[in-house]
Structure formats: C-alpha cells, structure tokens
C-alpha cells in the first residue's frame, strides 16, 4: 500500500490490526466467563424466591379478579 494509502483516513496509526487483537482477545475472554456463569447452579434459597414470588403473584391475581365481579 502506498504512503497515500495509509494516510487517507482510514488507518493513520497502522494501529487497526492491534485493535481488533484486542476486541478478539477481550471478546474470548468476555465468551468464557459467560459460560463459567451459564454452568453454574442456581442457589436453592433463589428458587425459594421465585416461588414466593408466584405464590404472591397468584395471589394478587386472584384477589383483583373477585373484587371486579
């Protein structure tokens, strides 16, 4: 590529290849902690949460829709 090439805006500091090393490396990274967290389990008290959570929700539900009748 010729010193006009280089100069037109594109790639000024030749810095675009370092660049996307990086983003590749930081997006691998990112990719395996993502996993290390989707492969662990779920905390029983959660689950215990979630339940009392839809157990109020249904009960909510069930109060609004006889005080309308």
């Known amino acids: 590529m010729s010193d006009a090439g280089k100069l037109n805006g594109k ?3 030749g810095r675009g ?3 996307r090393l990086g983003n590749r490396a930081i997006g ?3 990719r ?3 996993d290390g967290v989707v ?3 779920v ?7 979630l339940e009392q959570a ?3 929700a249904k009960s909510g539900n069930k109060s ?3 005080g309308e009748a």
Not at 43 to 49: A, E, G, Q, V
Request: charged share 45%.
């Open 11 to 13: 790639d000024p500091d």
């Open 17 to 19: 290849g370092q660049r």
């Open 28 to 30: 691998e990274r990112l």
């Open 32 to 34: 395996q902690m993502y």
């Open 39 to 41: 492969g662990e389990s």
């Open 43 to 49: 905390p029983d008290d959660f689950f215990k949460l």
């Open 54 to 56: 839809e157990a109020k």
């Open 64 to 66: 609004q829709t006889d």
